[in-house]
């Protein structure tokens, strides 16, 4: 698929996607988020690629959901179309994503960050699900994740008011993994995923699948889910290599298997 929206690389075990609709500021119309799906399903069957890194540009991770695209839609083409559907498949990658995060981070925007497993964010970056000065809510996962990640009050005051924040209130608050300078950002993210990438593929996975049961279970219920996939890794080659290594004080030589 030629992209068209978006521009998808590959540096070394690390897949990188760059938002790229400078003119609406990365907004991210449903011809983005199909071909986001794309790469990222790519990376995914690629045994190669151990992490992705979504970027956008200096002025705008991505100014939300395209308001030019929504404005004319109906309640019944929505739904018959599926409309957001896209963006729930994006939230289901196995493989780890890190957002990189410069500039404006709004609405859809702030939730496809809220979809990735680390956001690093630049200096610049401002959060905010403006939503509602729309006459809409978030649609995307924003009402239910940023509750989660930051609690109920501050995410209330963002949701009902609209309000940006920066990024060191949002590092403050657990949004946001790590400020970096804004020359840093990139490098910083691809290094973060580099060293992601070079760990066991399948035990990367396991442990990204079993922080999000945080999300979705009780302590006792995730503790348990923890205790499987924990056992579970004692069957792999790479716990073997790993431990093995530790203590014949090497680098490990992780297979994937
Ligand atoms: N959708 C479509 N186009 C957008 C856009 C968006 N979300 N955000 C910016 N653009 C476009 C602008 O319309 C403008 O295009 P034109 O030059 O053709 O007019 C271009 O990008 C540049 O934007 P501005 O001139 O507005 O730039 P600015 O620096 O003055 O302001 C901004 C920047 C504060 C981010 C402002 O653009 C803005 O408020 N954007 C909308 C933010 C927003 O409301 N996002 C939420 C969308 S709804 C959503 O995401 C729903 C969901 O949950 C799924």
Do not use: H
């Not at 179309?81 to 493989?95: N, P, V």
């Not at 999300?215 to 080659?237: C, I, V």
């Amino acid at each position: 698929m030629a992209f068209q929206n978006i521009i998808v690389e590959i540096r070394g075990q690390v897949g990188l996607v760059t938002l790229n609709r400078p003119q609406a500021l990365n907004a991210l119309n449903e011809a983005l988020i199909a071909e986001l799906n794309e790469a990222l399903s790519d990376f995914e069957s690629n045994p190669g690629i151990g992490c992705t890194v979504i970027t956008g540009a200096e002025k705008a991770f991505a100014a939300g959901a395209d308001v030019k695209e929504m404005a004319q839609k109906g309640y019944v083409e929505s739904y018959l179309g599926k409309f957001l559907d896209g963006w729930t498949r994006i939230a289901e990658t196995r493989k780890p994503v890190i957002a990189a995060v410069s500039g404006f981070c709004l609405g859809g925007g702030l939730e496809l960050a809220m979809m990735c497993d680390i956001v690093i964010a630049s200096e610049t970056a401002r959060f905010a699900l403006p939503e509602i000065t729309l006459g809409i809510m978030p649609g995307a996962g924003g009402t239910q994740r940023l509750p989660r990640f930051i609690g109920k009050a501050k995410a209330m005051d963002l949701i009902l008011t609209g309000r940006m924040m920066d990024a060191a209130e949002a590092e403050r608050c657990g949004l946001v993994a790590r400020v970096v300078r804004p020359e840093n950002l990139l490098d910083e993210a691809m290094a973060a995923a580099a060293k992601v990438a070079s760990f066991s593929t399948p035990i990367v996975m396991m442990a990204k699948e079993t922080v999000n049961r945080a999300q979705e279970m009780s302590l006792a219920e995730g503790a348990r889910f923890e205790r499987r996939l924990f056992l579970s890794m004692f069957a792999t080659e790479d716990q073997k290599e790993g431990m093995q290594a530790f203590v014949a004080k090497r680098k490990p030589d992780f297979r994937n298997r």
